[in-house]
T-cell receptor
Framework: GNSVTQMEGPVTLSEEAFLTINCTYTATGYPSLFWYVQYPGEGLQLLLKATKADDKGSNKGFEATYRKETTSFHLEKGSVQVSDSAVYFCALRSSGNTPLVFGKGTRLSVIA | DGGITQSPKYLFRKEGQNVTLSCEQNLNHDAMYWYRQDPGQGLRLIYYSQIVNDFQKGDIAEGYSVSREKKESFPLTVTSAQKNPTAFYLC?????????????FGNGTRLTVT
């Protein structure tokens, strides 16, 4: 079946540091890939997505590239801020209205 | 503004009682989903519905029930058969029948059963 594996957290960085959160997936066919962010006490918000190989999703300084050859969708940001502290989820969706399959989430803490 | 409304935000119940969590959306989305979130476990799918009057079990449906009588509403009942009901419950919806449509989430209901 489909699955998503994320690097375990927590990840603690200083402000302006470079961020990478690794995500790899297992899926049949050509899934769409997503990154969601969850701030404390809230639901999940879509951060970015990519729907085919070599697509790059980007939003708010975050980027991720759909790499089919390595089945990966790593999240990166060049300079993190304290306000980026949250839990980040990688997810995939195979087709139609099938549910998202999520990774376990990676908690990021950015300190000033 | 369109969105998904989950209520209440916090819910407390005694063990042995059934409890129903509300989820309403005004996005005109066909599909709706319920996920459960526990620390360190990510999100696990409980039930989903792709169309009114139809729904499917997810990975952890035991002890839960749902209904989908209206497009806008997808309530979740946590029954007394659910062994560990204390968790954060998230409702979501999506629009088109294509895999690249994202899910839109509500702000969740935190259920505590003692």
């Amino acid at each position: 079946g489909n699955s998503v594996t994320q690097m375990e957290g927590p990840v603690t960085l200083s402000e302006e540091a470079f961020l990478t959160i690794n995500c790899t997936y297992t899926a049949t066919g050509y899934p769409s890939l997503f990154w969601y962010v969850q701030y404390p006490g809230e639901g999940l918000q879509l951060l970015l997505k990519a729907t085919k190989a070599d697509d790059k999703g980007s939003n708010k300084g975050f980027e991720a590239t759909y790499r089919k050859e390595t089945t990966s969708f790593h999240l990166e940001k060049g300079s993190v801020q304290v306000s980026d502290s949250a839990v980040y989820f990688c997810a995939l969706r195979s087709s139609g209205n099938t549910p998202l399959v999520f990774g376990k989430g990676t908690r990021l803490s950015v300190i000033a | 503004d369109g969105g998904i409304t989950q209520s209440p935000k916090y819910l407390f119940r005694k063990e042995g009682q059934n409890v129903t969590l509300s989820c309403e959306q005004n996005l005109n989305h066909d599909a709706m989903y319920w996920y459960r979130q526990d620390p360190g476990q990510g999100l696990r799918l409980i039930y989903y519905s792709q169309i009114v009057n139809d729904f499917q079990k997810g990975d952890i449906a035991e002890g839960y029930s749902v209904s989908r009588e209206k497009k806008e509403s997808f309530p979740l009942t946590v029954t007394s058969a659910q062994k560990n009901p204390t968790a954060f419950y998230l409702c979501a919806s999506s629009s088109e029948d294509r895999g690249n449509s994202p899910l839109h989430f509500g702000n969740g209901t935190r259920l505590t059963v003692t």
